[in-house]
């Protein structure tokens, strides 16, 4: 199965995350990969931008190859996992992947704040083995449906 992992790049959980889920022979999206984005790229200050300077930051190069990259893989899966605790961007990822009508399961190892909007996700789960399980379980669906 294709997964795309929704995260913030602060999250611990996220190295787990892909190398568990590869290991049962998924092909995993890692956006921090090789050509991963990073906002120091755009200016080693960007934690103390103004919203004029993120506006501006929006428009760098490198800002507009991340985004091309990350929609590009969101586009190619066919589930996204989205591992909390994490901000907006993953949480838009994830909307976006159910907008699209793909698989969303929702792993929780820890937490940031309650998320209402969390309720979208097909499988909602703390305990990365039940991610794993759910999402070989639908693999196996897919391929007996094909």
Known sequence: MKIYVATSWRNEF???VIK???SDGHDVYDFRGEEG???REVDDNWLNWTPQ???RG???PCA???FKRDMKALDWCEACVYVMPCGPSASM????ARGQGKLVVAYIPALREPDLMVKMAHFITTDLERVKAYLMNE?????VQS
């Open 37 to 39: 984005f990073s906002w």
């Open 53 to 55: 300077q993120y506006l």
């Open 14 to 16: 996220q190295p787990d």
């Open 64 to 66: 507009e190859r991340g």
């Open 58 to 60: 929006l428009d760098h």
């Open 139 to 143: 693999h196996v669906k897919a391929a």
């Open 20 to 22: 568990e889920l590869r």
């Open 93 to 96: 990822e994830m909307g976006y």
